[in-house]
């Protein structure tokens, strides 16, 4: 059994991460490798449950994102990208020497996942997308300003995790989640500065508008509108299952 919860320089991060492994000991052929990339503004601790079901097969890796949870927080103005993102996982897999990983993505955590599909194809088996927009519609991208103009303009009136309160039913069932589930979300994204989740929203933004290539849409097989309905795809050298769908299941906290 192995079990490592630590950081790594990577550029310019140090990347907080837990790197999973209850296989068998004796088990003959080594076990593979999940990677599992959290949501906008969350952390890698969104995937706690998830761990025990998949770690007795599979090594599992999670990590907090760029800016997120206990990595480090680049500098107000710092401008994101999907392939920033995606260069900063296929890093802490160089670092762990890690070859090749079924990576699992939960709504933007699956773009980025689409773009490692495209830019680093022989690094995934296969990639799960679990409510991932390949674009964002006019309707979300209007509901989550709270009638602010911009989310950067709700963030100032509310704060990220005072915004995450007023959004949160578009998240989950909040007339089924248990109350403490629901203040422990919140709590989590509050932790993410306004500046870093601003970076973020751009970064969502502009693939809605382009910044995600064609190239990896035609990959999935996918109408750009993000028809995510249960569906299997091959795309690249790797097959690519779609998950969820407006009410974001499956959830993280609730695998």
């Known amino acids: 059994m192995q079990h490592r919860y630590s950081r ?5 991060l140090d990347i907080h991460y837990e790197l999973a492994d209850y296989t068998r000991p004796w088990r003959e052929s080594p076990a593979e490798t999940f990677l599992l990339y959290h949501g906008y503004a969350r952390n890698m601790l969104f995937w ?3 761990v025990p079901l998949l770690a007795v097969d599979y090594r599992v ?3 907090d994102a760029r800016g997120c949870g206990q990595t480090t927080k680049p500098p107000e103005g710092s401008a994101y990208s999907f392939e920033q993102l995606a260069n900063d996982a296929i890093g802490l897999m160089d670092k762990l020497g890690i070859e090749r990983v079924h990576w699992v993505g939960e709504s933007s955590g699956g773009i ?3 773009t490692a599909s495209l830019n680093h ?3 995934l088996n296969t ?3 679990c409510d991932t927009p390949f674009k964002r519609s006019t309707k979300i991208a209007t509901t989550y300003t709270l009638g602010e103009g911009t989310r950067a303009a709700a963030f100032d009136k509310y704060g990220v995790g005072g915004w995450c309160r007023e959004t949160l039913s578009y998240r989950l069932d909040t007339t089924k989640a248990p109350p403490a589930l629901c203040e422990w979300y919140i709590e989590q994204m509050d932790k993410t500065p306004k500046h870093v989740a601003n970076a973020m929203d751009k970064a969502v933004a502009a693939g809605a508008s382009g910044a995600v290539p064609n ?3 035609d990959a999935q097989g996918k ?3 993000g028809d995510t309905s249960k569906q299997g795809r091959r795309g690249g050298a790797a097959s690519t299952l779609c998950y969820g769908d407006q009410n974001n299941q499956p959830q993280q906290t609730h695998p």
């Open 223 to 225: 109408d750009p509108t």
């Open 61 to 63: 890796l999670r990590l």
């Open 8 to 12: 790594l320089r990577v550029g310019d």
């Open 112 to 114: 980025v996942g689409m």
């Open 215 to 217: 190239s990896i849409l």
């Open 121 to 123: 194809a022989d690094r």
């Open 127 to 129: 990639l799960t997308l």
């Open 48 to 50: 706690q449950p998830w």
